[in-house]
C-alpha cells in the first residue's frame, strides 16, 4: 500500500476567551504547510478538547490561548489526557505567554510552546521537529 | 497498535488509530481490517450531500440529537476537501458538531478528501467498518458532493440524503449532475428562505418523472423518495427527517433490500480492493526492475519521452498470456 | 513597510504605495486631484459643526473642550476595581471604562466550572447586585459615566448599573451608562458570544427600546469597528462593518415602531486607531460624513445633533508588539496623535505591555499621560481639523469614503449584516485577510520595527529587554475563592423565592416579544445573579452555533 502520512492537529480554543484570530491564521498556515487540522471552534472545555483529540486520533493538540490562564489549563489538560492514555499526543501552546513561563511549561509536560509573534515558519518547524 | 478487542468494545481510542492506519494506507491495516469485516453490517449508513453552504454540518449536528433522543449510537464521518496546492486540509465541520463530542454514544471522524473527487475512497468505506464494529447503530456520512469514480455516496451508505436550500437551483443541478437517481431523502435547508416551497415543488415533479421512467422497467418495489423541508438551525423538521431515513431503512430491511445493497457494495469493494493491490504488486514490481532504472534515466537525460517510456515498460514487462 | 503596501526601485526609492483599504497613493498631491474628484467645500466638508460634519461634529472640538480619556480600567475583586476608579478619577479621568472577567462577560458565576481559573483575570468579577454596589461605592454616578465593556450580557450589566445607582439614590435619569453591546461585532471578532445571532440582535434592540423610554442620558450601544479591525479587517471595512451592523439594529429597532430619528443620536462607535497614519485620518474624517450623509437619506433623521458619529477612537492593540515592548510606547503615542488630528471625541490608548498582560497601573498611567501631552503639550488643541484643505488628506478622504462604500455594497448583497455574519461571509473574509496579513509581515512585505525580519536596522527581537521592561500582573486565586464564598454567602441571605419570581417573569419576557430589561432590573433588585439571569436566556435561545471560517 502506499502510506501517506500527515500530521494531524487539533488547534483549540479552551475556556471562555473569545481571541480565535490567532488560532485560526495558525490553522490556515499548517493547511498550508500540508498538515490536516481539526478545529474546535470556541469556548471548548477541557474535556470537549480531550475527546476531540481521542476520536479523531490527532499527532498535536495546539492550545490557543489569550486570556493568561495558560499554566492552570495546560495543567489540568496534561493529567487528563495521561488518564485517557493519550500519550502519544504531543501538547502545544500559543498565545499570549510571558517568556518567564515556558520553561514552567515544559516541565509539566507541554512539548513546544508557541509565543504570540512566533513565525509560521517557526511553529511550523517546531511541530514536525516534534516527530524526529 | 489498537487492539481488536478494544475496538470491538466500541472504545474510542483505538477506534481512532484504527481509522488512522487505514488512512495513512498503512500495512497494519489489512490484518485488523479482516478480523473486523466479520462484525460489520449492522449499521444503518446514512450519506448526506449537498453544496458547500447548505448547512450540512449544522443538518448533521441536528441529527445526531435527534438520533440521541431515540438512543441511537452515532457515528460520524465528516469529509472536508483538503487544499490542492499543500495536500493539507482545514476540517472544520465537526465545528457545528463539537456539543456531542463529550456524548460518549457519539463518535465524530473527520478526514480529508486526499485529492478523491467527492472526497470519498476506499478510506471511507475502510472507516464505515470500523465504526459498524465498534457498534455504532447509524453511521453518517457527509460529503460535498456526492461522490464520483469508484465510490459514490450510494455505494457506501444504504440511504441518500441531498441538501439543498431555497432559491439556489441546487436540487436541479443536482439532478443535472445525476444526482438524482442516488437521493432516497431530498433536503430543503433553510426552508425559512423565501422559495422554499418552490423548491419542494419543483424536486417533487422531477422525482415523480423520474420513477415513472423507471417503475416500468423494474417491477420490484420501489422507494419513492421524499421531499422534506429542514432549519436545521433550530430542528425544525428534523424530527421527520429522521422518521424518514429510518423508515427508508426499514423499507430496505422488509423488501430484503438491504441484502441486494450489501450484495452489490460487496462486490464494489472487492473490485475496488482488487485495482489497489493489482496496482501496488505491480507497481512495485516495475519498480524493483533494473529496466526501470535504465528507463526513467533516459527519460531524464531526454534520450527517450516519457509516453514511449511507459509503453516500452508495460509492453516488455508484462507479458500476458 | 509599514502597515500599508511599498515597492521600491533598486536604489530603495519608493515606487508604489498602496494602503491596507485598497488606495493606491501618489508621490505629489495638488489642486487638480482635488478637482478631479470633484471636491467642493460646502458639500465635502462645510464648516465644522455643520453637515456633513467632516472636519468635526462640534464648530470648537478641542477650542471648547480636551477629548475625553477613557482607559480600560476593572480586575480582579468589585473592591480593587474600585480603588482602582478612584485612582484613576483623581488621576484626571472623566469617564470610566469597565472591564469585566471572562466568566462574567459569558454569563457564568464565580462558581460555575467553566469559571475555573478565569474569575477576576482580564476584569472584575460581577455575580450579583452585591458586587456592584461594592465597585461603584463613592463614585458620582450623575458626573461619571461608565463604559461597560459587556457584549453578550449587556442587557443584564445596563440593568445591574441602574439598580446599583438607584440603591445609592441616583435616579435613572441621571446615570449614564454605556455599554458595549454589540453582539454582531463579538460574533466577527472578539468571540464572547453566547446566543443565536437573531436572538443576540434582539436583546440589543430591547436595551436601545429600554434606553429611549427609560435612561436618557445612557447610550445603550457602542458599535465596535475596532474589534473587527483587531481580526483583520481593513480600515474601510472597519468602518463599513461598523454601519452595517449598526444598520441591523436600527431595524430591529425600527420594527416596534420607534422612529430612527429617536434613538440614532444615542449611537457611538469604537474605531481603531492602528494602522498608517493618513488612511487613519481619513477613515475617521469619511466616516463622520458617511454616516450623516446615511442617516439622513436613508433613515430621514433631520435632527442636527442626531447625526453626529459620536465615538471613542483609540487603542490600537493590533500594532502592538511583543518584541521590544517599550517601542509600544511611542508607537501608542503616533496613534494618539492620528486619533487627535482626527478630531476624536473620546480617546483610550492600549498600554505598552498588553501583548503580554492586562495593563498594570505604571503602563495604564503612561498611556493617560501619552494623551494629556497632545491636548496640553504639544498644541493638538490649537484649532479645529488643522489638516483640511490638504490637496493629499481631502483627496484620499473621498477615496476611502467611496472604498467603505464599496464594502458596505458587498455586505448588502450578502444579505445584509445578520445574514453575513450567520453564514460567516464576514469571518471568512476577515481571516483570510488576517493570514495573508500576518504572511505579509513574516515576510518583511509590511514592517513593524522592531520585529524580525527586520534587515534594514539589523536590530531584533531581544528577550532580555523584554523581560525586564513587562511587569506582569499576577493572577490570584484568592479572588475566586473570595467571589465564590460571597456567591454562598448571597444565596443563603436572600429572598430566594423573590429571586425565583424575578426569574420566572424575566423567562416569560424573553419567551415573547416584552422587553426584557424591566424584569431585568428587577432581577437585580432581587440579587438575581449573572448565571441566573443569563440561565434563563440560555435556556430560552439557545446558543449560537459558530460557522467556519476558511
Redesign the interface.
Given at each position: 500500500m502506499e502510506t501517506t502520512h500527515k500530521i494531524r492537529v487539533l488547534i483549540a480554543k479552551p475556556g471562555l476567551d473569545g481571541h480565535d484570530k490567532g488560532a485560526k491564521i495558525v490553522a490556515l498556515a499548517l493547511r498550508d504547510a500540508g498538515m490536516e487540522v481539526i478545529y474546535s471552534g470556541l469556548h471548548q472545555t477541557l474535556e470537549q478538547i480531550v475527546q476531540t483529540a481521542t476520536q479523531e486520533a490527532v499527532d498535536i493538540i495546539g492550545l490557543s490561548i489569550m486570556s493568561g490562564a495558560h499554566l492552570p489549563i495546560c495543567k489540568r489538560l496534561i493529567t487528563m489526557m495521561k488518564k485517557q492514555g493519550l500519550d502519544d499526543i504531543r501538547l502545544t501552546v500559543g498565545g499570549v505567554i510571558p517568556y518567564q513561563d515556558i520553561p514552567g511549561l515544559k516541565e509539566m509536560g507541554v512539548a513546544a510552546v508557541f509565543p504570540g509573534g512566533t513565525s509560521f515558519e517557526d511553529i511550523i518547524t517546531g511541530m514536525n521537529n516534534l516527530f524526529e | 497498535m489498537p487492539e481488536i478487542k478494544d475496538i470491538l468494545l466500541g472504545n474510542q481510542r483505538a477506534g481512532a488509530r484504527m481509522i488512522r492506519l487505514i488512512e495513512e494506507g498503512s500495512p497494519k491495516a489489512f490484518p485488523l481490517l479482516k478480523q473486523l469485516y466479520p462484525h460489520s453490517g449492522n449499521a444503518f449508513i446514512i450519506g448526506i450531500t449537498g453544496s458547500p453552504g447548505v448547512g450540512k454540518s449544522t443538518l448533521m449536528d441536528a441529527l445526531i440529537l435527534e438520533f440521541r433522543k431515540r438512543d441511537k449510537r452515532i457515528a460520524v464521518i465528516a469529509v472536508d476537501p483538503s487544499s490542492p496546492f499543500s495536500g493539507g486540509a482545514i476540517l472544520g465541520d465537526r465545528l457545528r458538531m463539537q456539543r456531542h463530542a463529550t456524548d460518549e454514544a457519539v463518535f465524530i471522524r473527520s478526514m480529508a478528501s486526499r485529492g478523491q473527487t467527492g472526497g470519498l475512497s476506499r478510506a471511507t468505506k475502510d472507516t464505515a467498518i470500523v465504526l459498524d464494529a465498534m457498534g455504532y447503530d447509524i453511521i453518517l456520512i457527509e460529503t460535498v458532493g456526492a461522490g464520483q469514480g469508484e465510490f459514490d455516496i450510494a455505494s457506501l451508505a444504504h440511504s441518500t440524503g441531498i441538501v439543498s436550500i431555497p432559491g439556489t437551483g441546487d436540487g436541479i443541478q443536482a439532478v443535472k449532475a445525476g444526482i438524482l437517481e442516488t437521493g432516497d431523502v431530498f433536503i430543503v435547508n433553510k426552508c425559512d428562505r423565501p422559495g422554499a416551497d418552490a423548491s419542494v415543488h419543483a424536486l417533487t415533479m422531477m422525482i415523480g418523472m423520474r420513477n415513472r421512467g423507471t417503475q416500468l422497467s423494474n417491477p420490484s418495489p420501489k422507494w419513492t423518495p421524499l421531499v422534506l423541508k429542514t432549519k436545521a438551525l433550530d430542528g425544525t423538521g428534523v424530527d421527520e427527517l429522521a422518521d424518514t431515513f429510518l423508515s427508508h431503512f426499514d423499507f430496505l430491511k422488509k423488501n430484503s433490500l438491504t441484502d441486494q445493497t450489501k450484495r452489490t457494495q460487496e462486490t464494489l469493494y472487492f473490485k475496488s480492493l482488487l485495482n489497489d493491490l493489482t496496482l501496488e504488486k505491480i507497481r512495485s514490481f516495475m519498480e524493483a526492475s533494473p529496466k526501470y532504472d535504465a528507463v526513467l534515466k533516459k527519460i531524464q537525460t531526454h534520450e527517450m519521452d516519457p509516453i514511449s517510456a511507459a509503453e516500452h515498460v508495460v509492453n516488455t514487462m508484462i507479458i500476458l498470456k | 513597510m509599514g502597515v500599508a503596501k511599498y515597492t521600491k526601485d533598486e536604489r530603495g526609492a519608493i515606487k508604489e504605495v498602496t494602503y491596507q483599504s485598497g488606495i493606491r497613493v501618489k508621490p505629489v498631491y495638488g489642486p487638480e486631484d482635488l478637482k478631479k474628484a470633484g471636491f467642493t467645500y460646502e458639500q465635502d466638508l462645510g464648516a465644522p459643526g455643520e453637515y456633513p460634519f467632516t472636519r468635526s461634529i462640534h464648530p470648537q472640538s478641542y477650542r471648547s473642550r480636551a477629548w475625553t480619556t477613557r482607559q480600560y480600567t476593572g480586575f480582579g475583586t468589585p473592591e480593587e476595581t474600585n480603588e482602582r476608579f478612584k485612582l484613576m478619577i483623581a488621576n484626571g479621568q472623566n469617564g470610566l471604562n469597565v472591564a469585566f472577567d471572562?466568566?462574567t462577560?459569558?454569563g457564568?458565576d464565580s462558581d460555575h466550572?467553566?469559571?475555573?481559573?478565569?474569575v477576576g483575570?482580564?476584569g472584575m468579577a460581577i455575580d450579583s447586585l452585591k458586587d456592584f454596589e461594592t465597585a461603584f461605592a463613592g463614585i458620582p454616578l450623575d458626573k461619571i459615566g461608565s463604559g461597560l465593556t459587556i457584549n453578550a450580557v449587556a442587557t443584564i450589566m445596563m440593568a445591574m448599573y441602574q439598580a446599583a445607582a438607584e440603591k445609592f439614590g441616583y435616579s435613572k435619569d441621571q446615570i449614564s451608562t454605556t455599554p458595549q453591546n454589540d453582539i454582531l461585532k463579538?460574533m466577527i471578532?472578539?468571540?464572547?458570544?453566547i446566543f443565536?445571532v437573531e436572538h443576540g440582535v434582539r436583546l440589543v434592540g430591547d436595551s436601545i427600546e429600554y434606553a429611549v423610554k427609560e435612561l436618557p442620558k445612557s447610550n445603550p450601544v457602542s458599535i465596535c469597528g475596532y474589534h473587527i479591525r483587531?481580526?483583520?479587517a481593513t480600515p474601510a471595512q472597519e468602518i463599513a462593518y461598523a454601519f452595517e451592523i449598526a444598520k441591523a439594529y436600527i431595524d430591529n429597532v425600527t420594527a416596534r415602531g420607534i422612529k430612527p430619528e429617536d434613538f440614532v443620536g444615542r449611537f457611538s462607535f469604537n474605531f481603531n486607531v492602528y494602522g498608517n497614519l493618513w488612511e487613519q485620518i481619513a477613515k475617521f474624517r469619511a466616516a463622520r460624513k458617511l454616516w450623516a450623509k446615511m442617516l439622513k437619506t436613508e433613515y430621514g433623521v433631520t435632527n442636527k445633533k442626531t447625526l453626529f458619529l459620536r465615538g471613542l477612537f483609540g487603542g490600537g492593540g493590533s500594532g502592538l508588539?511583543?518584541?521590544q515592548p517599550e517601542n509600544n510606547i511611542m508607537r501608542g503615542a503616533y496613534y494618539a496623535l492620528g486619533a487627535a488630528l482626527s478630531g476624536a471625541q473620546t480617546t483610550a490608548l492600549c498600554s505598552f505591555d498588553e501583548?503580554?498582560?492586562?495593563p498594570t497601573p505604571r503602563s495604564a498611567l503612561l498611556s493617560l499621560r501619552t494623551l494629556e501631552m497632545l491636548m496640553d503639550e504639544v498644541g493638538l488643541r490649537d484649532t479645529v481639523d488643522p489638516l483640511a484643505g490638504s490637496y493629499f488628506i481631502e483627496t484620499l478622504t473621498l477615496e476611502m469614503e467611496e472604498k467603505i462604500v464599496e464594502e458596505m455594497k458587498e455586505v448588502q448583497k450578502w444579505g445584509g449584516m445578520t445574514k453575513s455574519i450567520?453564514?460567516g461571509f464576514i469571518q471568512r473574509k476577515v481571516?483570510?485577510q488576517?493570514?495573508e496579513y500576518?504572511?505579509g509581515l513574516?515576510s518583511g512585505e509590511y514592517r513593524k520595527v522592531g520585529?524580525?525580519p527586520t534587515s534594514e536596522s539589523g536590530d531584533s527581537?531581544d528577550?532580555e529587554t523584554?523581560?525586564t521592561a513587562?511587569e506582569?500582573?499576577e493572577?490570584n486565586q484568592e479572588w475566586a475563592e473570595k467571589s465564590k464564598a460571597n456567591l454562598k454567602e448571597l444565596r443563603r441571605t436572600r429572598d430566594n423565592k423573590a429571586v425565583t419570581k424575578s426569574l420566572k417573569d424575566l423567562e416569560t419576557a424573553a419567551r415573547g416579544s416584552d422587553n426584557v430589561m424591566p424584569h431585568l432590573v428587577n432581577c437585580c433588585h432581587a440579587y438575581a445573579t449573572v448565571g441566573e439571569m443569563a440561565g434563563v436566556f440560555r435556556d430560552v435561545f439557545?446558543e449560537w452555533?459558530?460557522?467556519?471560517?476558511?
Amino acid at each position: 500500500m502506499e502510506t501517506t502520512h500527515k500530521i494531524r492537529v487539533l488547534i483549540a480554543k479552551p475556556g471562555l476567551d473569545g481571541h480565535d484570530k490567532g488560532a485560526k491564521i495558525v490553522a490556515l498556515a499548517l493547511r498550508d504547510a500540508g498538515m490536516e487540522v481539526i478545529y474546535s471552534g470556541l469556548h471548548q472545555t477541557l474535556e470537549q478538547i480531550v475527546q476531540t483529540a481521542t476520536q479523531e486520533a490527532v499527532d498535536i493538540i495546539g492550545l490557543s490561548i489569550m486570556s493568561g490562564a495558560h499554566l492552570p489549563i495546560c495543567k489540568r489538560l496534561i493529567t487528563m489526557m495521561k488518564k485517557q492514555g493519550l500519550d502519544d499526543i504531543r501538547l502545544t501552546v500559543g498565545g499570549v505567554i510571558p517568556y518567564q513561563d515556558i520553561p514552567g511549561l515544559k516541565e509539566m509536560g507541554v512539548a513546544a510552546v508557541f509565543p504570540g509573534g512566533t513565525s509560521f515558519e517557526d511553529i511550523i518547524t517546531g511541530m514536525n521537529n516534534l516527530f524526529e | 497498535m489498537p487492539e481488536i478487542k478494544d475496538i470491538l468494545l466500541g472504545n474510542q481510542r483505538a477506534g481512532a488509530r484504527m481509522i488512522r492506519l487505514i488512512e495513512e494506507g498503512s500495512p497494519k491495516a489489512f490484518p485488523l481490517l479482516k478480523q473486523l469485516y466479520p462484525h460489520s453490517g449492522n449499521a444503518f449508513i446514512i450519506g448526506i450531500t449537498g453544496s458547500p453552504g447548505v448547512g450540512k454540518s449544522t443538518l448533521m449536528d441536528a441529527l445526531i440529537l435527534e438520533f440521541r433522543k431515540r438512543d441511537k449510537r452515532i457515528a460520524v464521518i465528516a469529509v472536508d476537501p483538503s487544499s490542492p496546492f499543500s495536500g493539507g486540509a482545514i476540517l472544520g465541520d465537526r465545528l457545528r458538531m463539537q456539543r456531542h463530542a463529550t456524548d460518549e454514544a457519539v463518535f465524530i471522524r473527520s478526514m480529508a478528501s486526499r485529492g478523491q473527487t467527492g472526497g470519498l475512497s476506499r478510506a471511507t468505506k475502510d472507516t464505515a467498518i470500523v465504526l459498524d464494529a465498534m457498534g455504532y447503530d447509524i453511521i453518517l456520512i457527509e460529503t460535498v458532493g456526492a461522490g464520483q469514480g469508484e465510490f459514490d455516496i450510494a455505494s457506501l451508505a444504504h440511504s441518500t440524503g441531498i441538501v439543498s436550500i431555497p432559491g439556489t437551483g441546487d436540487g436541479i443541478q443536482a439532478v443535472k449532475a445525476g444526482i438524482l437517481e442516488t437521493g432516497d431523502v431530498f433536503i430543503v435547508n433553510k426552508c425559512d428562505r423565501p422559495g422554499a416551497d418552490a423548491s419542494v415543488h419543483a424536486l417533487t415533479m422531477m422525482i415523480g418523472m423520474r420513477n415513472r421512467g423507471t417503475q416500468l422497467s423494474n417491477p420490484s418495489p420501489k422507494w419513492t423518495p421524499l421531499v422534506l423541508k429542514t432549519k436545521a438551525l433550530d430542528g425544525t423538521g428534523v424530527d421527520e427527517l429522521a422518521d424518514t431515513f429510518l423508515s427508508h431503512f426499514d423499507f430496505l430491511k422488509k423488501n430484503s433490500l438491504t441484502d441486494q445493497t450489501k450484495r452489490t457494495q460487496e462486490t464494489l469493494y472487492f473490485k475496488s480492493l482488487l485495482n489497489d493491490l493489482t496496482l501496488e504488486k505491480i507497481r512495485s514490481f516495475m519498480e524493483a526492475s533494473p529496466k526501470y532504472d535504465a528507463v526513467l534515466k533516459k527519460i531524464q537525460t531526454h534520450e527517450m519521452d516519457p509516453i514511449s517510456a511507459a509503453e516500452h515498460v508495460v509492453n516488455t514487462m508484462i507479458i500476458l498470456k | 513597510m509599514g502597515v500599508a503596501k511599498y515597492t521600491k526601485d533598486e536604489r530603495g526609492a519608493i515606487k508604489e504605495v498602496t494602503y491596507q483599504s485598497g488606495i493606491r497613493v501618489k508621490p505629489v498631491y495638488g489642486p487638480e486631484d482635488l478637482k478631479k474628484a470633484g471636491f467642493t467645500y460646502e458639500q465635502d466638508l462645510g464648516a465644522p459643526g455643520e453637515y456633513p460634519f467632516t472636519r468635526s461634529i462640534h464648530p470648537q472640538s478641542y477650542r471648547s473642550r480636551a477629548w475625553t480619556t477613557r482607559q480600560y480600567t476593572g480586575f480582579g475583586t468589585p473592591e480593587e476595581t474600585n480603588e482602582r476608579f478612584k485612582l484613576m478619577i483623581a488621576n484626571g479621568q472623566n469617564g470610566l471604562n469597565v472591564a469585566f472577567d471572562l466568566p462574567t462577560q459569558m454569563g457564568y458565576d464565580s462558581d460555575h466550572p467553566l469559571a475555573e481559573g478565569e474569575v477576576g483575570r482580564v476584569g472584575m468579577a460581577i455575580d450579583s447586585l452585591k458586587d456592584f454596589e461594592t465597585a461603584f461605592a463613592g463614585i458620582p454616578l450623575d458626573k461619571i459615566g461608565s463604559g461597560l465593556t459587556i457584549n453578550a450580557v449587556a442587557t443584564i450589566m445596563m440593568a445591574m448599573y441602574q439598580a446599583a445607582a438607584e440603591k445609592f439614590g441616583y435616579s435613572k435619569d441621571q446615570i449614564s451608562t454605556t455599554p458595549q453591546n454589540d453582539i454582531l461585532k463579538e460574533m466577527i471578532g472578539r468571540g464572547a458570544w453566547i446566543f443565536p445571532v437573531e436572538h443576540g440582535v434582539r436583546l440589543v434592540g430591547d436595551s436601545i427600546e429600554y434606553a429611549v423610554k427609560e435612561l436618557p442620558k445612557s447610550n445603550p450601544v457602542s458599535i465596535c469597528g475596532y474589534h473587527i479591525r483587531e481580526s483583520g479587517a481593513t480600515p474601510a471595512q472597519e468602518i463599513a462593518y461598523a454601519f452595517e451592523i449598526a444598520k441591523a439594529y436600527i431595524d430591529n429597532v425600527t420594527a416596534r415602531g420607534i422612529k430612527p430619528e429617536d434613538f440614532v443620536g444615542r449611537f457611538s462607535f469604537n474605531f481603531n486607531v492602528y494602522g498608517n497614519l493618513w488612511e487613519q485620518i481619513a477613515k475617521f474624517r469619511a466616516a463622520r460624513k458617511l454616516w450623516a450623509k446615511m442617516l439622513k437619506t436613508e433613515y430621514g433623521v433631520t435632527n442636527k445633533k442626531t447625526l453626529f458619529l459620536r465615538g471613542l477612537f483609540g487603542g490600537g492593540g493590533s500594532g502592538l508588539t511583543k518584541e521590544q515592548p517599550e517601542n509600544n510606547i511611542m508607537r501608542g503615542a503616533y496613534y494618539a496623535l492620528g486619533a487627535a488630528l482626527s478630531g476624536a471625541q473620546t480617546t483610550a490608548l492600549c498600554s505598552f505591555d498588553e501583548a503580554y498582560t492586562i495593563p498594570t497601573p505604571r503602563s495604564a498611567l503612561l498611556s493617560l499621560r501619552t494623551l494629556e501631552m497632545l491636548m496640553d503639550e504639544v498644541g493638538l488643541r490649537d484649532t479645529v481639523d488643522p489638516l483640511a484643505g490638504s490637496y493629499f488628506i481631502e483627496t484620499l478622504t473621498l477615496e476611502m469614503e467611496e472604498k467603505i462604500v464599496e464594502e458596505m455594497k458587498e455586505v448588502q448583497k450578502w444579505g445584509g449584516m445578520t445574514k453575513s455574519i450567520s453564514e460567516g461571509f464576514i469571518q471568512r473574509k476577515v481571516s483570510r485577510q488576517a493570514y495573508e496579513y500576518e504572511k505579509g509581515l513574516q515576510s518583511g512585505e509590511y514592517r513593524k520595527v522592531g520585529v524580525v525580519p527586520t534587515s534594514e536596522s539589523g536590530d531584533s527581537p531581544d528577550q532580555e529587554t523584554e523581560k525586564t521592561a513587562v511587569e506582569l500582573h499576577e493572577y490570584n486565586q484568592e479572588w475566586a475563592e473570595k467571589s465564590k464564598a460571597n456567591l454562598k454567602e448571597l444565596r443563603r441571605t436572600r429572598d430566594n423565592k423573590a429571586v425565583t419570581k424575578s426569574l420566572k417573569d424575566l423567562e416569560t419576557a424573553a419567551r415573547g416579544s416584552d422587553n426584557v430589561m424591566p424584569h431585568l432590573v428587577n432581577c437585580c433588585h432581587a440579587y438575581a445573579t449573572v448565571g441566573e439571569m443569563a440561565g434563563v436566556f440560555r435556556d430560552v435561545f439557545g446558543e449560537w452555533n459558530e460557522p467556519d471560517f476558511y
